[in-house]
Structures are given as C-alpha cells and as structure tokens.
C-alpha cells in the first residue's frame, strides 16, 4: 500500500485579473477558480482556504503588475481573427501596420486545426471545455481559442503569456455571448459589416487604447490639474512638452521620459497612472491620427522643409559668389569688415541671432576669397557667440529650476535641473563641470524623494 504524505502550503497567489473587470465571478467563484489552477498544476489539494489580501501597499504593487503585464500582452498583439467552423474570416483587425491576409491565415489554420483534431482521443473530442492552440506562421505566433460557434486568433510577435491565454479565452466567451446571431447572420450573407461591432469590444477588453496615439483633452477643467497627484503632474507636464514636437504621442516614449525624470518610481506605477488619466478623460486617443497619412505629411513637411533650408543657403551663397566674380580683394576685406561691425553692433545689443547671421555671411565672402586671417577671426566671433547664448540657456535654467523649487513645482524644477545636468555633461572637458555635475545630481535626488 502507498502512503502518502500529506502538507499544509500557505500560498500567496495573484491570479493576473482585475477584479472590477474579473469574467469568471468575483469573489464568489475565487475558491473554485483557485482550485482548478491547483488542479492543473497537478495538485491533490482536498481543502482550500482562501482569504483576500488587504494590504493597501501590497495589493497596489498587484495592481501596477497587472497592468504592466497587460500592456506587454497587448503589445506583442499584431492582428485579431475571428473564423466561423466552416473556416471563413468573419471579422479581422489591423492593431499595427503588419499585412496580413485573413483568408490565407484562416486556411492555415484550419488545416491545423482538423489535424490536431485528428490526434486527440475519444475523451477530448467530447469534452466541451474551450481548447487553446499556439501554432507558429512564418515569424509570429498565432494565438487560438477555439469556441463553440468560432474561432478566435491572435496574430502575436512573441509567444503568449498565460494572462493573455486567460483574457483570450474570457474575450471568445463574451463574443459568443453577445455575438453568436450576429455571426448567424454573417453566414447566411456574407456581409462583413454585420460584425463592425466588434472592434468596440476588442480595444475594451484588450485594451488596445493603449497602443494607439494619444494627445491632452482639450476639455480639461482647471481644478483636475490641480487635484492631480506629483506623478500624474509629471505626466501631464512631459505630454504637454511632446505635444510642442508632434501632434500626438505614444505610451512607451512617455513612460521612459517620466522614468528618467522620476528616478525612484517604477516604470509599472507610471503606466498606472497615465491609465487612470486615460479614464478621466485627460489623455484621450487622438482622433485625428491616421498613422500612414500622418507619417507621410510628417516626412514630406521635413522633405520640404530641407529644401527650403538648401535653396536658401544655395540661394546666399550664389549670390555671394556672383557678387564676388565683380569685385576685387580690396573691396571684398571692405565688404567683410562692414559685415563684422554690424555684427558687433547687434552682439552689444544682445541680439546674437543677428549677430551671428552677420558673421556667417562675412564668413562666407573670407572663404570665398581664401582670407584665411578673416576665416579665423569671424569663426573665433561665432564661437563665442555660440558659447554666449549656452550661458545664458543655462543661467535661465537654473533660475527657473530654483523657482520652481521654492514653489514646490517639483515636476518643473526636475525638467530644467535634466536640462542643466545634459548641458553640462556635453561640455565636461576634462572633468571641468564635474563639481557642479555632483552638485545638481545631488539636488535631482532630493526633489525625486518627494514624489516617492
């Protein structure tokens, strides 16, 4: 006779699902649910006790995980697929710029599938419950859930992870629920805007929001800013400075300038909190966004805009060259030399933009006529402009940083002390800024404190 040794487990144990959102029944189906868990990892378990953690501290980290974890699902998500029994693509779906062709992958999968079929026993082929299959095609991974109406597909760039077999599974139950008419009707028709629907209900339960472009709310009552918390203070600000380069912007750039900024907060609680400015409304998805066509008026703007850019520059030095051909090196050091005082002038009265375009055209006449003297005084004149204007950034920066301290503007205060400390570092010769480096880096950790 066998005999067994029995033990007592204590087990802490995330089952991955927000309850507000939890498909299966909380809380009353969670021992139920634990217990078929245990009892596909193998385990002989006769008593479940199963007490909810309460800590606030704790169950927040769960709560970042999850998300976190969410958003790395859905990520790796390149095309939804839903297929009738009879093998048809009834609704596909675009999440990223992949092609694919949905009736190509829909036979592929078919034939697997029958094949698979083939290889189960009698007591699989009867058995209702939901089967998930994973096969690979060409460079991805298709994600399978197979329903008792349809099919449903996840074109992934990575293998799945079991939250995202859990929440694949949950999604076909609630299609088939809401959708099996629907479906019905599909067949009988053909009509591929029956299902149009079901988009909706994709970027919900998937949350695909999060992969899309993102811009501020235009509608954004002034006391919400107010009553947000640092860290969401220090989101709206850095989504306002990436609105001033583009007219959109993505979650990942985001969370890596905030993380860089923040220092002390985890990459997951910054995803947290821009999602629940997502749910109040103050980061929305930019309707106006059409990826290709904005992709293409961006690149074709900057196209431009070069040639623009070239054909004035071509356009001041052809005319310098043409203007030299009738002159003599007597007249051209005159001309020079004019040039050169009326940049003096506009530097004494601090309009280095103009002065700086003064030296550059009197620059361009020494080359011209290779003055190699006149070459090295104007290139010394724009140096130090150039230096000038770096002094006076910085100076402003570190005035703005300290008032914003004073203030208690933390978000802004740690935006210009970053500007300082990249000024600083690029111009760290021989370790000659490595005090005041220290020094400001010092600083940076002090304000990052606050927002721990």
Same mark, same amino acid.
């Given at each position: 006779? &066998? ?18 959102? #939890? ?52 990520? $790796? ?11 048809? /693509? ?5 999440? $990223?710029?992949? /092609? ?5 992958? $829909?036979?592929? =999968? ?7 079929? !083939? ?6 082929? =009867? ?9 690979? %095609?060409?460079?991805?991974? &298709? ?6 109406? #349809?099919?449903? #597909? ?81 989101? %709206?600000? #850095? ?10 912007? %993505?979650?990942? /750039? ?5 993380? @860089?900024?923040?220092?002390? &907060? ?18 929305? !998805? ?5 990826? @290709? ?26 005319? &310098? ?37 003064? %030296? ?88 990052? @404190?606050?927002?721990?």
């Amino acid at each position: 006779m &066998i005999k067994l040794t029995y033990f007592k487990l204590v087990v802490g144990y995330d089952c991955g699902l927000d309850k507000s959102a #939890c498909q299966l029944g909380y809380p009353e189906n969670c021992v139920n649910c634990l217990s078929k868990k245990f009892s596909e990892a193998h385990f002989l378990i006769d008593i479940i006790e199963a007490t909810e953690q309460h800590s606030e501290e704790k169950r927040k980290l769960m709560v970042y995980k999850h998300i976190w974890r969410k958003y790395q699902d859905v990520s $790796s998500i390149r095309h939804v697929i839903i297929i009738n029994k009879a093998g048809l /693509p009834a609704f596909n779906m675009a999440i $990223s710029d992949l /092609p694919i062709d949905a009736t190509l992958i $829909s036979g592929f =999968i078919q034939a697997n599938i029958s094949f698979s079929f !083939q290889q189960l026993t009698m007591i699989d082929r =009867i058995n209702p419950e939901k089967k998930l299959y994973e096969l690979e %095609y060409k460079n991805f991974i &298709i994600l399978l859930s197979n329903g008792n109406s #349809c099919r449903v #597909c996840l074109i992934l760039d990575k293998k799945a992870s079991n939250s995202l077999r859990e929440l694949l599974s949950s999604f076909t139950d609630v299609f088939e629920e809401n959708y099996e008419d629907k479906l019905k009707q599909f067949e009988l028709k053909g009509d591929l805007d029956i299902l149009k629907p079901v988009r909706d209900l994709i970027s919900k339960s998937f949350e695909i929001n999060m992969l899309y472009p993102l811009t501020l709310s235009s509608l954004i009552p002034p006391d919400a800013i107010k009553n947000l918390s640092l860290i969401q203070k220090a989101i %709206y600000e #850095c989504a306002k400075d990436m609105l001033k380069e583009e007219t959109y912007f %993505y979650i990942n /750039p985001l969370i890596d300038i905030i993380s @860089k900024l923040l220092g002390v &907060i985890t990459k997951e609680e910054i995803l947290w909190n821009i999602r629940q400015l997502m749910k109040e409304n103050i980061i929305v !998805q930019s309707l106006e966004f059409q990826k @290709k066509a904005l992709k293409d008026t961006q690149q074709k703007k900057e196209e431009r805009e070069n040639i623009i850019q070239k054909l004035m520059e071509m356009k001041n030095l052809e005319d &310098i060259i043409f203007e030299s051909h009738q002159m003599t090196p007597d007249m051209a050091l005159l001309k020079i030399d004019t040039l050169i005082k009326k940049g003096e002038i506009a530097e004494k009265n601090d309009a280095y933009q103009e002065a700086l375009n003064e %030296y550059q055209t009197a620059l361009n006449y020494a080359k011209e006529f290779f003055l190699e003297e006149k070459i090295n005084e104007i290139s010394s004149k724009i140096l130090e402009i150039v230096k000038i204007n770096k002094d006076v950034e910085l100076n402003y920066a570190i005035l703005q940083a300290n008032r914003a301290e004073w203030k208690k503007n933390y978000v802004i205060a740690l935006k210009y002390l970053f500007l300082i400390n990249d000024a600083l570092s690029a111009e760290n010769r021989d370790g000659i800024h490595d005090k005041q480096l220290n020094k400001i880096n010092k600083k940076i950790k002090k304000i990052q @404190k606050h927002f721990q």
